[in-house]
C-alpha cells in the first residue's frame, strides 16, 4: 500500500497522542523531528510527495550525516532524530505500509560521557539565602527551590505538584505523573516538612489546587522557575550557569558521595527505572579519589592498606573531539550506482558513517581504516591486479584468503585475526544493509577463537623488586625510577604515559591530567604522597632537558615510545628473576587495580582511575585469593 510520507506523519502523531497516551510535549517533539527530516527528504528528492518505500536505509544514513556535518548536531541530538525515525517507520511497519523498517540497521551515535555540574551543600544553603521569605510570592519561590532539592524531582513534576500529593502522616511527597507516567513516593525531609508546613498557612492561594501558582493563582510554567533559580544564583555571586536539574543532580550526588546512600536506593528515589541512568550521579572529587589512591603502601611498608570502603564514584570524562574533514557521499550517487560500487568507494562511505552517524572517536576510525586498507591493498596486489575492483565482485573465498594471507605470511596472533575479522564482517554487513551489494561475503566467516588469557598482576614484594632493581648508576635513573613508579602508583596505560606533558602536572604535583587517554578522554588522577615525593626529586634533579615539554623525554628531549618502556622492563625482568609472569607496564596498571581492589576500594572508583567507560572491563582486574574470600565469609 502506497502512503505519501506526510500523510503516514500525520497518522503517528495521531497514534501517539490518541492510542499511546503521548504527553503533548513528547507528540511535539516528534512532530519538530519529522519535519526536519521532510525537509532533507523534499530537498533530496526535488519534489513534494515523497512515497516511504522510496526511503532507503542508504538515504536515512546521509541524513545523519547531514545532521552532523551541515547543521553541526550534536550526538545526542542525532540519536533522538534516528530514534524518532526508527518509531515512526515501525509504525509504518506494523500498519503495514512498509515490509521493513529502513532505520532498523542503523547503529545510534556514541555519546560522549561528561560529568554533569552540581552544587556542594554549602552552595545550595547560600541559594536559599538569596530568597527573603517576607511575602507570599516570596515565602512560594523558596519552598520550590527546597522542594527542588530535598526531593530530587524534575522541574515539570514540581509544577505539576497538588496539594492533594502531600501526606504529612505517611511524611512522603507522592509523584503521580513522572517521566515515563511512572508514579513513586519520596520520604519527606524534616528541613522540607517544617517549610511545606509554613507554606501552607502563609503562601498564596492557588486554584485547581496547584501546590505553586503564580498571583492570579494559575500554575506555573517551567520556563518561570527556571529563571527564578537562574536570578538567585546571580545574587549568590556563581559562576556557573544554575538549572532546576542542577539542583536534582546536587540532590542526589550528596546523597551519594556525602551520605554514602548506595545507587540502587538512589534510583528509586529518582525514578529511574534502570540503575544505569543514575551511575551518571555518582560523582567522585579529587579528595574522595585520594582517599582510594593512599590504599597503594609506600615503599618499605609491609603491604596494602585495607580501609573500608567508600562509595563509587561517576567517570568524569570528555570526549575531545577533533575536526575530520571528509567528503560526504551524495544520496543520488548512492541510488543510482550502487550496485556497479567501487570498493574503496564503499570503503570510504563506510569510513563516514563510522566518524559521523557513529561518532566513534578518531583513534577508532584509524584502526578501522588502517585494517580494511590492508584488505583493498590485498585484493588489489593479488586477486584483482590492474584492475577496478567493485564490492560486488568480492566472494567468502577471498576473504579467506586474505585471513590465511595474515596467518602464514603475516604471522598475527589469533587475537590479532579476531580483531580483523569483526571489522571486515561489520564492513560488508553495512554495505549489505545499505544496499550496496545483494550478498553479504563475510556472513560467513568465523572468529578466530582466542584462548584464555589469565591476567597477571605482581604482589607487593614484587613490586619492591622493580622499585629496588633500577641501576643508580644510570644517568636515567631518576626518570626511570620516576616511570616505574608513576605507572604503579596511577595505573595508566603506557601510550598514556609517553603522551604525559609537564603541564599535565598540576603545580603542587597533587594531581595528574591525562588528556587523551584511550577514546579520546581526559581523567583526573590524584598522585600518591610517595609518588608525589619522586616526581619532585625527578623534576629538580633528573630532567635532562628542563625545555622539553614532555614529562619523560629521550635523549634528544622529544617524547618517548613505548618500546623505551618496554627495554626498561626487559632489563628489570632479567635482574628481578621474576619469571612465572609478563614483566610489563600493562602488567603494573593490572596491579595498581588489583590492590586497590584488595585494599577495599569499590569497583567504581578504580574504574574512574582507569578510564573505563564499563564496569565490565574493570571485574577482570578483581582477584580474589582464597584469604580474601575467607574474610568475606568471617563477616556471616
Not at 520550590?144 to 504529612?168: A, N, P, W
Not at 511545606?196 to 489546587?209: A, R, V
Not at 575536526?323 to 560500487?341: C, R, V, W, Y
Amino acid at each position: 500500500m502506497a502512503m505519501d510520507f506526510d500523510l503516514l506523519k500525520e497518522e503517528f502523531l495521531s497514534y501517539l497522542r490518541i492510542e499511546l497516551n503521548r504527553s503533548e510535549l513528547t507528540v511535539k517533539g516528534y512532530r519538530k523531528d519529522l519535519n526536519v527530516f521532510q525537509r532533507y527528504l523534499k530537498k533530496s528528492f526535488q519534489k513534494e510527495k515523497v512515497e516511504i518505500t522510496e526511503i532507503t536505509t542508504n538515504f536515512i544514513s546521509s541524513y545523519l550525516q547531514h545532521l552532523a556535518t551541515d547543521l553541526q548536531h550534536r550526538p545526542t541530538t542525532m540519536r533522538r532524530h534516528l530514534a524518532t525515525l526508527k518509531s515512526f517507520f515501525n509504525f509504518a511497519v506494523l500498519h503495514e505500509y512498509l515490509v521493513k523498517n529502513p532505520a532498523e540497521d542503523i547503529t545510534a551515535p556514541r555519546i560522549p560521557q561528561r560529568q554533569p555540574a552540581y552544587l556542594e551543600k554549602k552552595q545550595v544553603e547560600a541559594l536559599f539565602r538569596t530568597i527573603t521569605p517576607d511575602t507570599p510570592l516570596a515565602l512560594r519561590d523558596l519552598t520550590m527551590l527546597k522542594t527542588l532539592f530535598y526531593s530530587g524531582i524534575r522541574v515539570r513534576e514540581l509544577v505539576g505538584l497538588k496539594r492533594q500529593h502531600l501526606d504529612f502522616q505517611e511524611k512522603i511527597i507522592k509523584i503521580v505523573k513522572g517521566k515515563g507516567e511512572k508514579q513513586r513516593s519520596i520520604p519527606l525531609h524534616p528541613e522540607l516538612e517544617k517549610q511545606l508546613e509554613i507554606y501552607l498557612k502563609e503562601g498564596p492561594t492557588c486554584q485547581d489546587d496547584y501546590l505553586f501558582c503564580n498571583y492570579r493563582g494559575e500554575g506555573l510554567t517551567t520556563e518561570f522557575i527556571r529563571q527564578l533559580i537562574s536570578r538567585c544564583a546571580q545574587t549568590a555571586g556563581f559562576q556557573q550557569k544554575v538549572t532546576p536539574h542542577i539542583l536534582r543532580h546536587s540532590f542526589a550526588t550528596i546523597l551519594y558521595k556525602d551520605c554514602g546512600v548506595d545507587l540502587k536506593r538512589l534510583a528509586e528515589l529518582l525514578g529511574h527505572s534502570s540503575i544505569r541512568h543514575t551511575v551518571v550521579y555518582a560523582h567522585s572529587d579529587v579528595k574522595h579519589l585520594k582517599e582510594a589512591v593512599e590504599i597503594l603502601p609506600a615503599p618499605g611498608e609491609e603491604g596494602i592498606r585495607v580501609r573500608y570502603p567508600l562509595p563509587g564514584e561517576r567517570a568524569a570524562w570528555q570526549v575531545l573531539e577533533e575536526p575530520f574533514d571528509t567528503k560526504i557521499a551524495q544520496e543520488q550517487n548512492i541510488l543510482t550506482g550502487s550496485k556497479s560500487l567501487e570498493l574503496q568507494e564503499a570503503l570510504n562511505r563506510y569510513l563516514d558513517y563510522v566518524r559521523y552517524v557513529q561518532n566513534f572517536s578518531k583513534t577508532t576510525y584509524i584502526g578501522k581504516k588502517h585494517i580494511l586498507q590492508r584488505l583493498v591493498s590485498y585484493l588489489k596486489e593479488t586477486v584483482f591486479p590492474g584492475q577496478t575492483i567493485l564490492l560486488k565482485d568480492i566472494k567468502t573465498a577471498h576473504l579467506r584468503h586474505f585471513l590465511q594471507f595474515l596467518h602464514t605470511e603475516k604471522k598475527y596472533k589469533p587475537a590479532t585475526l579476531y580483531t580483523n575479522v569483526v571489522q571486515i564482517k561489520t564492513f560488508f554487513k553495512y554495505a549489505f544493509q545499505h544496499g550496496f551489494i545483494d550478498r553479504n561475503p563475510a556472513a560467513k566467516l568465523v572468529n578466530p577463537r582466542i584462548p584464555p588469557r589469565e591476567i597477571q598482576y605482581f604482589k607487593w614484594d614484587e613490586v619492591q623488586l622493580l622499585f629496588n632493581n633500577l641501576e643508580p648508576e644510570d644517568s636515567y635513573y631518576l626518570r626511570d625510577q620516576a616511570i616505574i613508579k608513576t605507572l604503579y602508583y596511577t595505573g595508566i596505560r603506557a601510550q598514556e604515559l609517553c603522551d604525559l606533558k609537564t603541564e599535565d602536572l598540576d603545580p603542587a604535583l597533587s594531581t595528574l591530567t591525562i588528556v587523551s587517554g584511550k577514546g579520546d578522554k581526559w581523567r583526573l588522577i590524584p598522585l600518591h604522597s610517595h609518588l608525589q615525593e619522586t616526581l619532585r626529586l625527578y623534576m629538580k634533579k633528573g630532567r635532562h632537558h628542563p625545555d622539553s615539554p614532555y614529562l619523560f623525554a629521550s635523549p634528544l628531549g622529544k617524547k618517548i615510545y613505548p618500546g623505551t618502556l618496554y627495554k626498561i622492563f626487559r632489563k628489570l625482568k632479567e635482574k628481578t628473576a621474576i619469571t612465572d609472569k609478563r614483566v610489563s607496564p600493562h602488567t603494573l596498571r593490572h596491579t595498581f587495580a588489583t590492590h586497590l581492589y584488595q585494599g577495599g576500594v569499590d569497583l567504581k572508583r578504580i574504574a574512574l582511575l582507569l578510564g573505563h567507560v564499563n564496569l565490565n572491563h574493570t571485574e577482570k582486574y578483581t582477584h580474589t585469593s582464597q584469604e580474601h574470600l575467607r574474610e568475606a565469609i568471617e563477616l556471616l
